[in-house]
């Protein structure tokens, strides 16, 4: 009977106050996209990132802005980053990670153009053999490596 009420009074709030409640009972994530990137070779793009935690190296990417789709953010960091563009997108996993509170959705593309770095925050940017990652790479970032290999 108690939960009949609360329905009855919930459908009879406002929009706005309901989201409000929501979010406050909600979590909060920031989500981002990432792409496993390869050339003709076989070989995987990485980048050497300023602001990386764990070692530099890692898979390219970013942070998704208010309302951008994956995909469309997962291009926009590309062109800020390496002035890329990529074809063959493809959809492989998504995850979420409790620290930081983050959705990480990933993709395989291959690379339209050279990669250059063209943001401060990006050091360099290299192909590299699944066989001969750089040694700084972590070992999540292998993990992710392997697993976008292994769906391939």
Known sequence: MFIE??????????????RRLVRTGQ?????TAGAMIFDGQGRILLLDHVFRPDGGWGIPGGFLSKGEQPE????????????IEVSNV???????????????IYFRAKA????????FEIKSAGWFSIQDLPPE?????????ERAVEGA
């Open 90 to 104: 493809e959809m492989l996993f998504a995850r979420t990670l409790s620290r930081p509170r983050q959705i990480e």
């Open 137 to 145: 790479l972590s070992k999540d970032q292998r993990r992710l490596i």
């Open 112 to 119: 339209i153009g050279r990669p250059e770095p063209c943001s």
């Open 27 to 31: 979590r909060r994530f920031t989500v």
């Open 5 to 18: 009420f609360l329905g009855a009074v919930w459908r009879h709030l406002p929009g706005l106050i309901r």
């Open 72 to 83: 469309a953010g997962l291009r926009r960091e590309l062109r800020e980053e390496i002035g």
